[in-house]
């Protein structure tokens, strides 16, 4: 698949940030406190004066949190970064941690000299991050290229995931990244982890028959819905549609 050729070419060569914002009193002030953090909605500079970063073997990953309790991870696609999660962050921040980490190469995490930023190696700087933030296991939300990257994290590390929910994404009958080769598709048909799939149908990059191939080929698949005319990167546009099947996979109200 060219995008996908076109993503290892240019990954190393992504600038550190597509969306940065001004960073005022009023937006740090948003960012730090605890009721207003819950409860106002991020713009770019409340998101970007919430950032934080992470001191990791891969390098230092940036990432936003809001909330508390159990963590929910959120996996950005290309080119994107953690900011196109701000509306479920908002919405869901009263039910979990929220973690939105911005993938090595893109966005704002500053990448370790010599460092892969292949899909296995974002799964396994994704461990590091989890380890650096104490938490042992999450709930995992991913879209496109996050979705590669979990569905290996989910293959590699089980115990780690308790429920996944995934958007358009790459899928093993749809010309997948050399990542998901060797076949992983008997570590999916083994997955005990309740997955969900949510699929725009306007999307002209990833193939149609993927949202049906993923429902057969995981474990416990929870279904599939469909979202008429939404294209490749939906969650960012309809983030209620997210939060509520977030909240129905969880068994929150």
Not at 37 to 66: C, D, L, S, W
Not at 100 to 127: H, I, K, R
């Amino acid at each position: 698949m060219r995008r996908r050729e076109f993503i290892e070419v240019a990954a190393s060569a992504l600038a550190a940030g597509a969306l940065v914002g001004c960073t005022s009193r009023e937006a740090r002030d948003d960012a730090s406190s605890p009721v207003a953090g819950a409860r106002k909605p991020m713009n770019a500079a409340a998101f970007h004066a919430a950032r934080q970063f992470a001191e990791t073997p891969f390098g230092r990953i940036a990432y936003v949190e809001r909330g508390t309790g159990d963590a929910a991870l959120f996996l950005h696609g290309f080119p994107l970064n953690g900011f196109q999660w701000r509306g479920a962050l908002d919405r869901l921040s009263a039910h979990r941690r929220c973690v939105a980490p911005d993938f090595l190469a893109m966005g704002y995490t500053e990448v370790a000299e010599g460092q892969s930023v292949a899909p296995e190696a974002q799964a396994a700087m994704l461990v590091a991050l989890l380890d650096s933030l104490s938490i042992p296991s999450v709930d995992l939300v991913a879209n496109d290229s996050g979705g590669t990257v979990a569905q290996l994290f989910v293959t590699q590390h089980p115990e780690r995931v308790r429920t996944l929910l995934l958007t358009n994404c790459d899928a093993e009958n749809d010309s997948p990244p050399p990542a998901l080769l060797p076949v992983i598709e008997p570590a999916l048909k083994r997955s005990t982890v309740p997955t969900r799939i949510v699929w725009g149908t306007g999307d002209t990059i990833f193939s149609p028959a993927s949202p049906d191939y993923l429902d057969r080929t995981f474990g416990s698949s929870r279904g599939v819905r469909r979202v008429e005319g939404a294209k490749l990167f939906f969650p960012e546009e309809f983030p209620d549609l997210i939060a509520e099947e977030a909240r129905g996979l969880w068994g929150v109200g």
